[in-house]
């Protein structure tokens, strides 16, 4: 049985993007939510020149792990907020390992996952609570989130797929709870009708 299962999820996660020809640079710290800041080999137009020639893309990715079913990552909402505000795109790796086998799980960290974060910060903060490093928020892996064959590349195409990544990404973040356009507020004055005439004519 593996001791330290976190850090061989971790290791393997490192050999796949070796395996792939990707740099995996590890986090020295755990503080930002993400273990790893991998980085693709960029894919190179014989028809550019060399300063014309693309970036390889980039991503953060938080590796988990579990022995066994459900499979589900649980993350703390504080680093959930980092990955839903984080320019680069963001991944969810989870690693099952058990019964002498692996299987790798993984999501992209992208519209409906914003969504909930920001709905579950909103709601905290709205109840006096903003200590989010102190909640949890999980992430259910489904059958079709299994990339244990295509890792990887998995995650480039899913990067690609968007031709603006940080524009798709703003679009989400300064939409979600606004999708009506419009929002209700109740306002109550205090005051004599002179006090208003005096406030609208910035005398107050």
């Not at 061989?8 to 790893?36: I, R, T």
């Not at 390992?97 to 999501?107: D, E, H, I």
């Not at 703003?170 to 999708?179: A, D, M, P």
Request: hydrophobic share 40%; proline share 4%.
């Amino acid at each position: 049985m593996i001791q330290r299962l976190p850090d061989f999820a971790e290791n393997y996660f490192a050999a796949l993007c070796a395996e792939a020809g990707v740099v995996c640079n590890p986090s020295k710290q755990d503080e930002l939510g993400w273990d790893f800041f991998i980085q693709y080999p960029s894919r190179r137009d014989p028809l550019k020149p060399a300063d014309s020639q693309p970036a390889g893309d980039e991503a953060l990715v938080q590796v988990k792990s579990t022995r066994a079913e459900p499979s589900v990552a649980r993350m703390k909402l504080s680093n959930a907020l980092r990955a839903a505000q984080a320019r680069q795109p963001f991944f969810v790796v989870l690693v099952v390992a058990g019964g002498g086998t692996q299987a790798v799980y993984a999501k992209h960290f992208w519209r409906a996952e914003i969504e909930r974060t920001l709905k579950r910060v909103r709601l905290a903060e709205n109840a006096g609570d903003t200590q989010f490093n102190r909640r949890h928020f999980d992430i259910r892996m489904e059958p079709s989130d299994d990339h244990s064959a295509d890792l990887l590349d998995w995650m480039r195409r899913t990067i690609e797929a968007e031709k603006d990544y940080l524009a798709a990404k703003s679009e989400i973040l300064g939409t979600v709870g606004h999708e009506d356009g419009y929002g209700l507020m109740n306002v109550s004055f205090v005051g004599t009708a002179q006090d208003m005439l005096d406030l609208q004519l910035g005398l107050g």
